[in-house]
């Protein structure tokens, strides 16, 4: 199984929680809201996995907000799922690339832009990367 490590879209922090293991992994942590409750959330950094970790039992369809741990902001991408309406939520991987899963509690729609890297991907996204390490106020990796 693939291990994925991810950062914040919007602060470049890493998502990852060495202190929260979930299948075994650091898990990938969140904020998430439903109305004016807030929770922390942990998926499964295993790719394939549906495992989550969090104290609210969230009912199956139930969509929810997620947000940085670090920076606090909304993680809401403009996509909306393809197969329930429910917009998507976007974390970068550190090895390049966007991947996106359903806010909805259930469905397992997620996105990856690319899975396997090729040469050419790669020193695209490197490119891509160095860019944006170079934004001023955007933390170094
Ligand atoms: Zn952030
Ligand atoms: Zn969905």
Redo the contacts with the bound molecule.
Sequence with gaps: MVELKVNCVHCGHSLMNNRHKVDGYPGIEFVIRHHDKVWRLYLSALYGSYNIDCKWGMPKGTIVRFSCPHCNADLSSNAL?E??N?PMVAFDLTSGGRMQI?S?RG?K?HLIEFEELDVALRSFYETYNTFFSSVPGKKEK
């Design positions: 799922c197969q329930c429910a359903c909805r469905c729609k």
